[in-house]
């Protein structure tokens, strides 16, 4: 009994031999190894899949699926990584992450390799899972309830409602821009109606507004004097394009004594000017006499300085304007 059992012996060493001499002239070396052969209940490990091989062989890898083994699940498999061994030599690597949520011994069975219908099996791996203490020592305590999520206003707003938010803020703005858009286009309305009415006939207008607001007979009489040389200096500024908006008395004066048009009244210019440098400055209390007569005075200067009218052209009656 005890020499066949030394045949058996012997039979299994030649037999490995003949294997291990098979792979060695295949060039064809897998293996497979763990980080970890034990773990607590819940905790990972990593299997660790080598294979070595010549270039241009066909490999067909292990097929894993979502368990090794009962017990044993698998979380996630890397994508093969080829490393050069140079010798016309290259590694295969793989990585299989594995856990488990169940105390005990497992025993994992060889990962499989098809090369050139072939097949290499790696060793069996065995990987231990030990259950997570338990203090009994303690009391026990409660189970934590649930904590309540942060309050976030957005969650609470209904999608329809941003929507609406959004449309009144566009709405808003529209009407913002039409109403910028009718201003400015209103202002350069009424600027363009000024450019039309000739200097003349606007400080015509002003002047009989002056009258008819009876500022001197309420007892205004520096609100009727600066009105009045406002409408003077608005209207030589538009019709002989003089700054006398920025101008003192005299510099006006002085300008328009030079000027053929004003000479004849550029004496009732000055006086009005002057009766309102008076009541403005030194707050003289002029007689209504002469708050009339510079009425006068100003009605009489616009009059006098008119641009003349241009007649137009007599034209032949055939409506040709070079005569035969």
Known sequence: MKKGYMRLQWLGVVLSAWVFTASAQNHIVVRAQMDSAAIMMGDQTTVRLELSQDKGKFVRLPVIQDTLVAGVEVLKISKPDTLDLKN????????????????????????????????????????????????????????????????????????????????????????YA??????????????????IVPPYERAMQALQELKDSKLWQQGQEK?????????????????????????????????????????????????????????????????PDDNEQVMRYAETFVEETKPEEKTPEPSNEDGSDNPE
């Open 223 to 287: 609100a009727y004097y600066t009105t009045l040389t406002e409408i003077l200096r608005t209207y030589i500024d538009g019709r002989f394009h003089i700054n006398a908006m920025e101008m003192t008395t005299t510099q006006i004066i002085e300008t328009l004594r030079r000027n053929e048009e004003t000479k004849a009244v550029n004496q009732q210019l000055r006086d009005i000017l002057a009766m309102a440098d008076f009541v403005k400055f030194a707050k003289m209390r002029p007689l």
């Open 178 to 195: 039409y109403w910028r858009w009718g201003r400015n286009k209103k202002s350069d309305d009424v600027a363009d109606a000024k450019q």
């Open 88 to 175: 016309n030599r290259i590694q295969i690597n793989n990585e299989v992450l594995v856990t488990s949520f169940d105390s005990g011994l497992y025993y994992l069975p060889p990962f499989k390799y098809v090369i050139d219908n072939d097949t290499f099996e790696t060793q069996a791996l065995s990987l231990k899972v030990v259950p997570v203490p338990v203090d009994t020592t303690h009391a026990e305590f409660d189970i934590k309830t649930v904590d309540a999520p942060p309050f976030v206003l957005w969650d609470f707003i209904p999608v329809w409602v941003l929507y609406l938010l959004l449309a009144l803020v566009v709405i808003a703005a529209g009407i």
